[in-house]
């Protein structure tokens, strides 16, 4: 269930460029705490520049925890994370063991949030990892993805979330939590409704992907995703053709550079069915796309870590945040328009029957692999 809170300050950040000078800028001004949460923190030009910042705020008696994912940072040099422990900054690893031959679904579980908390004063939530944006091989154009900066009561929630979690982990790495005050939350710095809204393994299972779904049925002019994985269930399918027969434009802004060869083959085995039924779908060429947001109805908008697919909405640990306000929407969506003109590719009926058959077919084989395998670790076909 999601909780709505008023009177929030929410500034859209696009890609790194935007996103890292802003969140360096936040952690060199905190003054009690600061809980990091990323699936990846690369050691280039751009993770040591954060890094640098955590440091900088830890010499200064300022608490910063740094939570990193046990596969995202698989490769992050120990070195690296032992100059920071030297000088004060508390790093845990969520699920360290990452073993490829254990096919158990609690394996599968990874931190994929990307989280900060700074304060009472500023929360930073989206889909940008630390890493730079040209840190991607064979690309010239910088990586496409967007970040949210968070002022006001909804830090509350997510301050308790990030503590939660941190104890959580450091409980089961038997590290020692002290005790941290509870920073005072900025008051009435905005005017923008919010919610924030968590994919756990316990209680919020299915809390992403509900807000999806509410939003989604209860549309009434125009549905906009760009998400840079996307792979949903029976039901999600169902309630954007259910959207799109009522008279909803739905367009969806997906990745067209391959990535992740599973995922991109299974997720084109939909294209056929989502075409026939009018629903618009392009794909984003002209740089990797990691992109996570929606907006509907010009005022129903979200930014966050959770892809649409089985390991986003079923397995990971994912955070978003769901915003109810025109002008924010209309920001988004701007943005995320002015992506389909300069660098997408619009997929048409016609050309997507006719020219693609081989990629169809194998598609249709990946996709029943895909599905067999979530069978297998448990996991029904609705999803």
Not at 88 to 97: D, F, T
Not at 258 to 268: G, K
Request: with cysteine; glycine share 6%.
């Amino acid at each position: 269930m999601m909780h709505f809170k008023e009177d929030n300050k929410i500034t859209l950040l696009r890609s790194g460029v935007e996103y890292f000078p802003a969140l360096e800028a936040a952690i060199d001004s905190a003054e009690q705490e600061i809980y990091l949460q990323t699936y990846i923190f690369e050691p280039d030009a751009t993770g040591l520049r954060i890094g640098s910042a955590l440091k900088r705020a830890a010499t200064r008696g300022v608490t910063a925890r740094l939570l990193l994912d046990g596969f995202g940072c698989q490769d992050i040099p120990p070195a690296f994370v032992e100059d920071m422990r030297q000088v004060g900054v508390e790093v845990l690893i969520y699920r360290p063991k990452i073993s490829p031959w254990t096919f158990k679904r609690k394996r599968l579980r990874r931190l994929h949030s990307k989280l900060v908390v700074i304060d009472g004063r500023i929360a930073f939530v989206g889909g940008i990892n630390i890493i730079d944006d040209l840190n991607t091989p064979d690309q010239l154009p910088p990586r496409k993805d967007y970040a949210v900066s968070i002022e006001g009561p909804l830090l509350v929630a997510m301050r308790a979330h990030a503590r939660r979690l941190w104890r959580s982990v450091a409980w089961r790495s038997k590290r020692y939590i002290d005790a941290v005050k509870q920073p005072e939350v900025q008051a009435r710095p905005g005017n923008v409704r919010a919610a924030f809204v968590v994919r756990d393994n316990i209680w919020h299972r299915r809390d992403i992907e509900k807000a999806y779904l509410a939003a989604i049925e209860n549309a009434q002019s125009e549905i906009v995703i760009a998400n840079s994985y996307f792979l949903p269930g029976i039901r999600f399918r169902r309630a954007l053709i259910a959207a799109r027969s009522r008279g909803v434009r739905v367009v969806l802004l997906l990745q067209a550079r391959v990535e992740y060869v599973v995922i991109d083959f299974a997720s084109h085995a939909l294209y056929s069915n989502f075409l026939r039924h009018g629903i618009e779908i392009y794909e984003y060429h002209k740089s990797f796309m990691h992109s996570k947001v929606a907006v509907i109805d010009n005022q129903w908008s979200t930014v966050g870590s959770s892809n649409i697919d089985p390991f986003s909405l079923l397995l990971a640990r994912e955070v978003n945040i769901v915003v109810q306000d025109s002008d924010f929407a209309a920001t988004l969506r701007a943005d995320i328009e002015r992506s389909i003109e300069d660098g997408a590719h619009k997929v048409e009926p016609e050309e997507w029957v006719r020219g693609h058959t081989v990629r169809r077919f194998i598609s249709w084989i990946v996709y029943g692999l895909v599905r067999l395998a979530l069978g297998v670790i448990g996991y029904p076909n609705e999803h």
